[in-house]
């Protein structure tokens, strides 16, 4: 059985490292009838082929992998079917995804207890910790922090290089845009709102008369709740899962990344990427910027 699928290369122009000698350097490993073009020169090259079956297409990832191991390029072999390449819904993980911060953190450094909550965090991104239970300990850690220091901590946000041209890009193909977070509402509120995210979900912190009380409200949304979420907007829009982008960087996207028809692990941690590609419908991105989830779809920017 035919499965179309595409390999697709990207890289930070900046470094010079995509370039002609490498597509060179992969077409060997290529089926005979592959074909290749430059999405962008420099920044994202693909190639089509078809695959006999899923494990043939991660074969081929982990064999152009190795090949060009030494230098700072994204390999990324996706499900590229004629009409379902192209995502009709994106579902973003905000913190270290769509910005650059981990919020918490900052709100923690306000409270002069960054490094003691941030170990937690990385803790909890790895997977080392229940998601629930560390983000009920890291907000008990908060109390008492006013809702003037949650605005100063919101002047620090800063989007990932390349997140405000995905979700134009996407929005303009015609595709819905989603933020669902395991951060705070009082946060992604103001995303969405920056970089035009059309849905965005989010736990909300408990304040009583302008303070944290270092209690967040139930249900929290975890990994679980993060993939119903997905699913829910998928059902709600009408569209099959193939047709619907994650993205994501800690353990708590996992579920959510393996929900979707594409998977992606942006600047993730280790048991993130290693289960992305490991999936036929997964990749991972590591040196380009979030304009590579388009290039993931074949779109040129």
């Known amino acids: 059985m035919d499965l179309p699928h595409a390999l697709v290369l990207t890289a930070d122009p900046a470094t010079g490292a995509l370039g002609p000698r490498v597509a060179d350097r992969v077409r060997p490993l290529l089926p005979g009838a592959a074909r290749g073009r430059w999405l962008v020169p420099g920044a994202a090259f693909e190639s089509l082929w078809n695959a006999g079956n899923p ?3 991660v074969a081929l990832r982990t064999a152009v992998a190795v090949e060009l191991s030494e230098l700072p390029i994204d390999v990324s072999v996706v499900p590229a079917a004629a009409g379902q390449r192209a995502k009709k819904l994106l579902v973003a993980d905000m913190e270290s995804t769509l910005i650059a911060q981990e919020l918490i953190d900052e709100l923690a450094d306000v409270a002069a207890r960054r490094e003691e909550i941030a170990a937690l965090t990385r803790a909890t991104m790895r997977g080392d910790i229940d998601f629930a239970a560390s983000l009920r300990h890291r907000v ?7 809702t003037d220091d949650l605005a100063r901590v919101a002047e620090r946000i800063s989007p990932m290089p390349g997140a405000e041209r995905l979700v134009r890009e996407m929005k303009a193909a015609g595709a819905r845009t989603a933020l669902v977070s395991g951060g705070f509402t009082v946060f992604t509120e103001r995303v969405a709102e920056v970089l035009g995210l059309e849905t965005q979900r989010g736990n909300v912190l408990e304040i009583r008369n302008g303070r944290l009380t270092g209690h967040v409200h139930e249900p929290i949304l975890d990994a679980a709740g993060k993939r119903d979420v997905l699913l829910e907007l998928a059902a709600d ?9 994650a993205v994501g960087d800690g353990a708590n996207d996992l579920l959510m990344l393996d929900a979707a028809g594409l998977g992606v692990a942006f600047r993730a941690k280790p048991v993130v990427r290693a289960a992305m590609r490991a999936r036929p419908g997964g990749a991972v991105i590591e040196y380009a910027d979030l304009t590579a989830l388009l290039h993931l779809q074949g779109l040129p920017t």
């Not at 008990?140 to 006013?146: D, E, N, V």
């Not at 829009?237 to 982008?245: E, F, G, K, P």
């Open 140 to 146: 008990s850690l908060l109390a008492g922090l006013t």
């Open 55 to 57: 494990d043939e297409a």
């Open 237 to 245: 829009a009408d569209l099959d899962l193939s047709q619907v982008l």
